[in-house]
């Protein structure tokens, strides 16, 4: 289990932002929360966003999490190329999906021993997060918590 920390809840004006953020690009949004990530991401821990896949990154041009991290952050995990996003899945389909991320190599040795705070956009089922959670932990992670915009 993954103590998460969720600023909103995913409905009305959040909703709506990140529709128009994320699905539809508008990657000047991304200012609007900047200065919240920045002041309340814990300072004592390695911060890891959630990568997206690279046929994402293809279609959106940029990760909405990272563009939102104006601070160090360790881009530790590498998105496996999936079928279909976490976006288009069911409840039962999202729970059941396999490990979708492996660990970046050459950050290995940045997580062993350390507290590290994943960064999402939405928490959902936590599938997303606790798949995370658990491969940092099987790198040799101390512990790991999240922080999502909506939830």
């Known amino acids: ?7 909103y809840p995913y409905e009305g004006v959040i909703k709506e932002y990140i529709d128009r953020y994320k699905f539809q690009g508008d990657y000047q949004l991304r ?4 200065n919240l990530m920045k002041k309340q991401l814990p300072q004592d821990c390695v911060i890891v966003p959630i990568p997206i896949s690279a046929e994402t990154m293809h279609k ?3 990760n ?13 995990l590498i998105a496996k190329p999936k079928a279909k996003s976490q976006f288009e899945k069911n409840r039962l389909e999202r729970l059941l999906t396999g490990q979708p991320f492996e660990i970046d190599a050459k950050y ?3 997580i062993e021993a ?8 939405i928490y959902t089922t936590g599938a997303t997060v606790h798949h995370a959670a658990q491969l940092l932990k099987s790198a040799g992670a101390k512990t790991v918590r999240s922080i999502t915009l909506a939830r």
Do not use: E
């Open 64 to 76: 909405q999490v990272v563009g939102w991290l104006d601070l160090k952050f360790t881009p530790a």
């Open 60 to 62: 959106r041009h940029f």
């Open 31 to 34: 200012h609007i929360f900047v």
């Open 108 to 110: 290995s040795t940045q």
């Open 1 to 7: 289990m993954v103590n998460n920390y969720s600023f």
């Open 114 to 121: 350390k507290d590290i705070c994943l960064v999402d956009d």
